[in-house]
């Protein structure tokens, strides 16, 4: 099914005098791909075409904003250091571990206000996994090259919903 059916098919299940709204439908396809992977309501595996990884050599601390946004990424699936996986600190863990000098083995994330950070300590290799904003390079591009099945059908139906919603609204 590429994007173009996909749109027309929102169209179809929402009913007569919505077939001029091919452009807002694709719109709201794309939002609500964010919406869904975003709150959760979709699994990595039910989109694995849009995983990609971000592998780097760096001791540094910087904003994960920065490399999704250098990458027009859109989410943080993990964060790999030397193979072994880094989790999200609290703010009270950094101070301490900072205050200490014995910041973790390999790394950590942590988040200050809105911003998460990663800081790397030591390490030669870095896989940061990562899920990339969805843009079809055509509108003939099939849909199930990049998501399941179970992911598209959640997709539709929710696309019908928003469109819905705006338009009679």
Do not use: W
């Not at 694709?26 to 990595?44: F, P, S, T, W």
């Not at 250098?70 to 699936?77: E, N, S």
């Amino acid at each position: 099914m590429t994007f173009t059916e996909l749109a027309q098919e929102v169209l179809n299940r929402c009913g007569e005098g919505f077939q001029d709204y091919i452009e807002r439908a694709g719109e709201h396809l794309k939002k609500n791909i964010e919406d869904l992977i975003n709150n959760g309501a979709m699994g990595e595996a039910d989109y694995p075409g849009l995983i990609v990884e971000y592998n780097e050599s760096f001791t540094a601390k910087i904003p994960l904003s920065t490399i999704l946004r250098d990458y027009q990424l859109l989410k943080i699936v993990s964060v790999l250091v030397d193979a072994v996986k880094i989790d999200l600190i609290s703010n009270a863990e950094y101070d301490v571990s900072a205050k200490l000098g014995s910041l973790f083995s390999k790394g950590y994330i942590y988040k200050s206000g809105q911003i998460q950070f990663v800081g790397i300590v030591s390490a030669s290799g870095v896989r940061i996994r990562l899920v990339k904003r969805f843009v079809p390079a055509t509108t003939e591009e099939d849909m199930l090259d990049s998501f399941t099945l179970r992911f598209i059908d959640a997709l539709t139906d929710l696309t019908v919903q928003t469109l819905y919603k705006e338009i009679n609204s």
